[in-house]
């Protein structure tokens, strides 16, 4: 008997565009969606990590390229979102209450020195997320791990930027709260500096 989790979500893939990709939803790709702890741990041991898709297994090798449909692409972009809520920001919530003004983002680029350091923090986020634990969550809608790594032809600049959508803007103390919350998920300290609200 599986056991059922309080909110279905749905992982996507915000993909590099292609030819016949006109509106920005076009880029994104419904891997797949988990309504149970079973289903998202298979569901987790089978997808590729992050540090393989935005960078290959060392920094000097190429990204994963994913075949969806007819073409192989490559990954931007990892979204995990509430069920039925697309990653889009003319949209609506869980609740089928659309979006009031700009969608709201908390977001920070983070640049450790080891890339696969985001494979634990992108877990620990979603399980937090999963587990409704971060304070505010019937708000949230979910998060968002954008590939902002950089390769030069001597150098490559390992930069991700990690990205938390809600419904309507929270108050200064109820943002302060939720990024406290966050940090403490993620276990990253580094990550309680450099939040912005766009």
């Known amino acids: 008997m599986e056991t059922p989790l309080k909110t279905k979500w749905t992982l996507w893939e915000h993909r590099s565009k292609g030819p016949e990709d006109d509106r920005w939803i076009d880029q994104f790709y419904e891997v797949a969606s988990v309504e149970s702890v079973e289903n998202l741990w298979l569901l987790w041991g089978h997808y590729p990590k992050p540090s393989l898709l935005f960078a290959g297994s060392k920094t000097d090798e190429a990204p994963l390229l994913l075949k969806r449909g007819d073409r192989a692409s490559r990954v931007l972009g990892l979204c995990f979102f509430k069920t039925p809520v697309p990653p889009e920001t003319r949209a609506t919530n869980a609740k089928g209450e659309a979006f009031t003004g700009l969608r709201s983002i908390l977001e920070i680029d983070t640049n450790f020195d080891d890339l ?19 304070v505010f969550s019937s708000d949230l809608n979910g998060a968002w791990l954008a590939n902002r790594t950089r390769k030069g032809f001597l ?44």
């Open 155 to 198: 150098t490559t600049s390992i930069r991700l930027r990690l990205e938390l959508w809600w419904d309507s803007r929270l108050d200064e103390a109820q943002v302060n709260a939720l990024k406290d919350t966050i940090v403490q998920a993620v276990g990253r300290e580094e990550l309680r500096t450099g939040w912005r609200i766009r």
């Open 116 to 134: 696969k350091t985001y494979d634990q923090m992108w877990e620990n986020l979603v399980l937090t997320l999963v587990g409704e634990e971060v």
